[in-house]
């Protein structure tokens, strides 16, 4: 067993020879400093907070994520010999709206309301939450169904890149799922509407999955360096 | 074969014990649910009973005084009308705190001392005014409390009465004395009173309350029709809700701008109401002889909440002024106010008085019967404020003055207690659940040694008035006022408080029979592996880890009030979780990935259609008369699967047979029973008649008794084959559920056969979901873990389904 799995382990290192530690931990960053700048901008430029603004808000959150995760994760796309970066890009815009589907309508099952008050908003954040679940592994998996499955279904990781997009993806969702929580409650805030906290809930999620996978991949690589040696 | 016999046969004797659990079960259960309700559902039957003038001659008291003096006095009832009129004002969650100077509480808090008109008339000594605190009794709510105050009784949340859904008061209440006596009312504002009251009033102006973060619409209402109302001289008693406050707490707190703006208005229109008052007040003018009253219905905390029992909640205030002039001073023997000087340095004096006695003592001041269920005294000092109960006016106050006044006032008490007496008798006589005979024996000895008196006092001096001295009279007082108090406190340990220690015992019982279940859950868990898994087998699975989770989030939900709220929304929300990861599981096992979504979509149109029905009711839509045909077709399918079931079930099976025949005619008749209902408007033929009404849902309950019945005398006449078990048990399952289905779909109204059609579809899909787990490595796993995931998707689900009839 643990022969198997260092031996994909070190398949995967040298096939794609892309992905570093460092190099995860750069494009996490990347992506956390896309989010936060996208914040700054809401709230110092264009004067909008998530609170006040929610649709409009999401929408320019997103409309920055979206770029920055699809640009760094097309550079670690799986099937380097077959397809180029600007296929990646394409297979990344074309998940974008796949996954907002799902993910509106896995919201809408779970029971966010529905009605044309709300339609911007269930737009807007299943756009970003497809940014953050949907997207990196439609970047970097492409039509792959079976490494789909063994990320998202399986949650069987094997390599770096594996870990780089689940544990995010997971963060986000579990987290969303989390942060709808407080909206029964009667405190009458207007934090509690759909779909504020739930977006709190996600970003914070999404975070902590970013940082575990960092965590996890450096874990596993001094590891393996202590065995090497 | 006999009863017993067949008991003791052995072909059931292994079976026997599965039956004493689940019995066991089942009686610990309705225990343990009978004893807890018995300690926590307060109940309280209404008396269909009224109060007459003519009743008075019954009590031991004579008839009422009619002094020589009083020139007005032609009819007196039971006591002398002491006022001619009343202006109540009810400012809706009136804390005593925004009444009383802030002197008399620890710290000054901003919302203290707005109404400065109250302190001024309080402290002024030309005006007979004086502030109470008023002690409410829980439940703290609006409507109960309007009831309290009218019926002088203490309303629990269920009162078993005539009134079902509707919320007008049947029992005798102050308002009905009113108009019983031929007193005039207008009333504005809040249109609870409306509802409560809905032929009583004279005039009304009702605005509606629903709208609690409307803070103006009901005040407003009020301003504007209050102090017109004032000059005119049509009514008798003026009553005029006003809600701003209450709604102010609940959305803004106490510590907040908006309150304190409220009661800044309030101020302004008391000062103009006062000045009207007053300015009528001189002899022959309309408010010669008027009572003003200003007071809350109860408290609230300071985020506005109120319900309970807390002193925040119970304690409110009640602001009386006689406008007749002079004012006297109340005899300090009764006088229980303390006084203390406000920030201005004016002495305002604050008594008590409980809203249990408020109905008693507006009766006694207008001169009407008591309510026949109010368990409430006469107060002595906002009895003693009117200066109408007083006689010889003109006179200086002098010892001779005060002997006359509590000469009137034990007669009006002797009065007072022989009604309450009446009332716990009859109530005793004819309620389901009475007062304790030791509690009634103890009240029974205070009544009859007060009564004693009175009567040895009435016969003793052949001039009773001349010679009873002040200190007889003064015992006399005591010993009335004695009884009234120990029977208000009876009731309020009967009405007012839960019963912890059966609550306690009901909910030991309950976690108890939780521990039979696992026993059992053990036992069978081994009986199973010895079947079916003789190898190790791992007792925790994802799954079994994620039910436990969740079932255990929606028992922590029950804690707060906010998730009970939206308990509905909340059982959709675990039910979807539930969903998705079961389409995970299928997409994992590359099987039933269509049940997976099929179960995910019943739930999404489901709660769809709630929001869409919520939505169309909101907006008050007339129906469409070609409804039914959506209400009606579900029901097509199920009389298919009815057929279908008919068609595989073994001929010689001739009872489940005709079962399920009963069923699918069941089945057809709710369609028929709701095709009629909507076009029974516009059909005149004398045939409709017969069916309108009841007549179809009276046959269908019929026919599920009959088919329960001969489900049951069935058992006793079947053969036990062991080797079918499990198709055995899934029949006798379907059959019950068949049986059922018809009564259900008919009580939980139109949306009945939709909910069974989505019951049907939606536990199918669970069951053969439950599949993904049994087959998984050749069933290694406990039957904890198995059916972990199936029984919490059944449980929410049951739970969903009963929100989505009408209860979301």
Known sequence: MKDKKKGHNTKVSTSGGVLSPSKLLLSHLICGIGLASSFWLAINVYSINLIDNPAETLRLVWLIEVPVVILIYSLFRKDKNQSSYLKAVARGLLGLPIGAIINALGAIALGAPIGTHYFQRTLNWSLLMSAFTFVPAACVYGSSWADWQQTFVHTKLIGIMDYMICLPAHGAVIGAWFGAWPMPLDWERTWQEWPICVTYGAIFGYLVGMLGSICFVGFCVSRQHKKGD | MSLTEWWRSKSWGDQRWVFMVFFSVLLLHCVAILLFTSGFLLTRTELPHFSHCSQVSQSPCGLPVSSPQSNHENVTCWTKPAVDRIVIIVLDALRIDFVAPSTFFEEKKPWMDKLQVLHKL????????????????????????????????????IDIGNSFGAPAIVEDNLIHQLVANGKRIVMMGDDTWTQLFPNHFNKSYPYPSFNVKDLDTVDNGCISHLVPTLYDDDWDVLIAHFLGVDHAGHIFGVDSAQMIEKLEQYNEQLEKVVEVLQSQSGKGGLHENTLLLVMGDHGQTINGDHGGGTPEEVETSIFAMSLKKPPLPIPSEFDASSCKLDLLGRKVCVSSIQQLDFAATVSALLGIPFPYGSIGGVNPMLYGLVAGTWKNLEEGLSQQKVKEWMQNYAKVLCVNSWQVKRYIDVYTAS??????????????????????????????STSFHATSSFDSLKTQIDLYSNFLSSVAELARTKFTEFNLRTMGIGFGILFMSIFVHLLFIVKVDRVHKDVFAPNETSPVSFALIVSCVLVAARACSFLSNSYILEEGKMTSFLLGSLGVLSLRHSIMRKKMILEATTFILIISILRFTIELNLSKQGSNEVLDSKMYVADVAPLLPLIILAYMLYKSIASCKLVLKLVITGSIFSYILVALHWILESNLSNMTHPIYDVIKGNVIPRVIYIMGITQLLSLVVFRFFEEVERAKWGETTMMKGVAMLSTWSSTLMILSGRQGPWIALALVVGGWMISRLKGLEEDQKNAKIGVLACYSSSVTQWSLFGSFLFFCTGHW
């Open chain 2, 431 to 460: 309620s389901v659940i009475g007062f304790s005979i030791d509690d009634l024996k103890h009240v029974e000895e205070i009544y009859a040694k007060a009564v004693n008196t009175w009567s040895n006092s009435n016969s003793n």
């Open chain 2, 122 to 157: 309080a402290s002024d000594p030309e005006s007979a005014a004086r502030i109470f605190k008023a002690i409410a009794d829980p439940p703290t709510t609006s409507l109960q409390r309007l009831k309290g105050l009218t019926t002088g009784g203490l309303p629990t949340f």
